[in-house]
């Protein structure tokens, strides 16, 4: 009778432990085996977030007051869009707002963006903007949901950061969304040239990852290794590195020793390299 129950106690703990074991599993993220199809729908939504965060960023250099003029001679506002402000109990809120017509870089954009932050820095020389989007469609593409950015300027360096979480929804006309989480963090440091401050040397350094998944099941991921470098004069990144997947695909792309050059080199998951044009 003993050997009995030690039998059936056994068997209970080995369908106890496999169904506890099949629960978690169906808790966990499967990654897709195949070949994503959503690469071109993919790419569209790269570009919107870049240029989304690029408009906050430049907005608020302008609006702010809180960078030198000097600075805001690279802003890349688009003349479309209207730009409005108020400032209530310390606090700004700025309206982006894209009239009929309105494109970026030769493609549509419609609806608005609402942001807000501290008049002035706290006691570490930071401040937060949170923006959220409101009814914004970038190449047929409705785009929501909301961010978040905290600037921060060294009075002593000139140095300034930016640093970015953001999370996004998109929806696009055939039905097919995605879900994109991303947290960056691009930081300029200046050279400074005491007899000429505006011909200053600077150099941007970008970090951070994302993450995208599709409602086909497409899932994507970035995540810079080593930080990207781009300098003053030069068109293209010229060092760092960044791991992409694409499903199970994975893939390596190096920028190079810091030689101001369009070619960079890319490994696959097997460790085959190819130099690249960019």
Do not use: H
Not at 109 to 136: C, H, P, Q, W
Not at 218 to 229: A, F, S
């Amino acid at each position: 009778m003993k050997n009995k129950f030690k039998a059936f106690l056994s068997l209970f703990f080995v369908v106890s432990t496999c169904l506890i074991g099949c629960k978690n599993d169906d808790n966990e993220v499967q990654i897709p085996t195949s070949e994503v199809t959503t690469a071109k729908q993919y790419k569209d939504l790269e570009t919107a977030n870049t240029e989304i965060n690029s408009m906050v960023e430049d907005v608020f250099s302008t609006e702010s007051g809180l960078i030198p003029v000097t600075r805001n001679s690279a802003n890349k506002m688009i003349d479309c869009a209207t730009i409005t402000s108020e400032s209530t109990d310390g606090t700004r809120t700025i309206l982006i707002n894209f009239e009929d017509g309105c494109e970026i870089n030769g493609e549509s954009i419609s609806g608005s963006i609402r942001m807000s932050f501290a008049i002035v820095l706290d006691t570490e020389n930071k401040v937060v903007i949170n923006y959220v989007l409101e009814n914004l469609v970038y190449k047929g593409i409705a785009i929501a949901g909301t961010a978040n950015t905290t600037f921060t300027f060294r009075s002593e360096t000139g140095n300034t950061a930016f640093s970015t979480s953001t999370n996004f929804s998109f929806a696009w006309e055939d039905g097919l969304t995605a879900t994109s989480e991303s947290n960056f963090v691009k930081e300029t440091f200046f050279d400074r040239n005491p007899d000429n401050p505006q011909d200053s040397e600077y150099y941007k350094l970008t970090s951070g990852s994302s993450s995208t998944r599709f409602s086909n099941g497409d899932q994507y991921g970035v995540e810079i290794t080593t930080p990207l470098r781009n300098e003053r004069g030069c068109a293209y990144t010229v060092s760092g590195v960044i791991v992409t997947t694409q499903n199970s695909e994975v893939i390596t792309l190096d920028y190079g020793d810091g030689t101001c050059d369009n070619t960079a080199t890319q490994t696959d998951g097997e460790g085959n390299e190819t130099t690249i044009e960019l």
